[in-house]
Antibody, heavy 118, light 107 residues
Framework: QVQIQQWGAGLLKPSETLSLTCAVYGGSFSGNYWSWIRQPPGKGLEWIGEINHSGSINYNPSLKSRATISVDTSKNQFSLKMSSVTAADTAVYYC????????????WGQGILVTVSS | DIQMTQSPSTLSASVGDRVTITCRASQSISSWLAWYQQKPGKAPNLLINKASSLESGVPSRFSGSGSGTEFTLTISGLQPDDFATYYCQQYKSYSITFGGGTKVEIK
C-alpha cells in the first residue's frame, strides 16, 4: 500500500519562499512521476509540476518562473520550493503520484494549508 | 493550455437519483480524462481514468463516458456518501489541467 506523507511551513509572509516535502512509503518510487497540485480555499485544483526519480521535471508554465521541484531518491522524497509568495499563493498544497509522465493521480498526500499573510 | 469546463457548478439531488456531470475540453483530448471525488478537508480520490475505466474499489454506480471534447460522469442511484465535489482532469497534454468542479448537494 502506498502512503505519501507531506510536511512544511504553513504560515509565510509575502516575498518569502514556500518549502514543502513529501515522503513516499511503499510501492515503486522510481516507476512513477511525482506531482505537486494546489487548491486555494473554496476553489478548484491547479497543477504545479512533476518530477521523476531521474530528475526529469515538467512545470505549469504559469508557475515555472517561481517553482522548483527536486527529488531525493535515497530517501524516496520530493520537494517543492516556490519563491516570492503572495496572498494569491495561499492554498492547500498536495503531493500526488502519477502513473507516468502527464498522468492521472492514484495516490495523494494529506495536504498542507499554506497561508501567506503579513 | 487545454481548458476544462464542468457543468453544472452545483447540483441538488436526492438519494436514489441518477446524476450526470458534464466536462468539456477546449480541444480534443481523445480519452485522456480522469474523474475525482473530493470531500471537505480531504484530498481528491480517483474514480475513473481514461474516460471510462473504473478504479478498483469504486462502486459500480459510478460510470464515465465520452471522448474527444465531451465527457460525462454518471452516478446511478445517488448514495449519502456521494455528496461531494467532483473534478475532471485532462492528461492529453503534459500541462495538466482540471475542471472547475461540480458540487453535488442534498436536495
Amino acid at each position: 500500500q502506498v502512503q505519501i506523507q507531506q510536511w512544511g511551513a504553513g504560515l509565510l509572509k509575502p516575498s518569502e519562499t514556500l518549502s514543502l516535502t513529501c515522503a513516499v512509503y511503499g510501492g515503486s518510487f522510481s516507476g512513477n512521476y511525482w506531482s505537486w497540485i494546489r487548491q486555494p480555499p473554496g476553489k478548484g485544483l491547479e497543477w504545479i509540476g512533476e518530477i521523476n526519480h531521474s530528475g526529469s521535471i515538467n512545470y505549469n508554465p504559469s508557475l515555472k518562473s517561481r517553482a522548483t521541484i527536486s527529488v531525493d531518491t535515497s530517501k524516496n522524497q520530493f520537494s517543492l520550493k516556490m519563491s516570492s509568495v503572495t496572498a494569491a499563493d495561499t492554498a492547500v498544497y498536495y503531493c500526488a503520484r502519477g502513473v507516468n509522465r502527464g498522468s492521472y493521480y492514484n495516490y495523494w498526500g494529506q495536504g498542507i494549508l499554506v497561508t501567506v499573510s503579513s | 493550455d487545454i481548458q476544462m469546463t464542468q457543468s453544472p457548478s452545483t447540483l441538488s439531488a436526492s438519494v436514489g437519483d441518477r446524476v450526470t456531470i458534464t466536462c468539456r475540453a477546449s480541444q480534443s483530448i481523445s480519452s485522456w480524462l480522469a474523474w475525482y471525488q473530493q470531500k471537505p478537508g480531504k484530498a481528491p480520490n480517483l474514480l475513473i481514468n481514461k474516460a471510462s475505466s473504473l478504479e478498483s474499489g469504486v462502486p459500480s454506480r459510478f460510470s464515465g463516458s465520452g471522448s474527444g471534447t465531451e465527457f460525462t460522469l454518471t452516478i446511478s442511484g445517488l448514495q449519502p456518501d456521494d455528496f461531494a465535489t467532483y473534478y475532471c482532469q485532462q492528461y492529453k497534454s503534459y500541462s495538466i489541467t482540471f475542471g472547475g468542479g461540480t458540487k453535488v448537494e442534498i436536495k
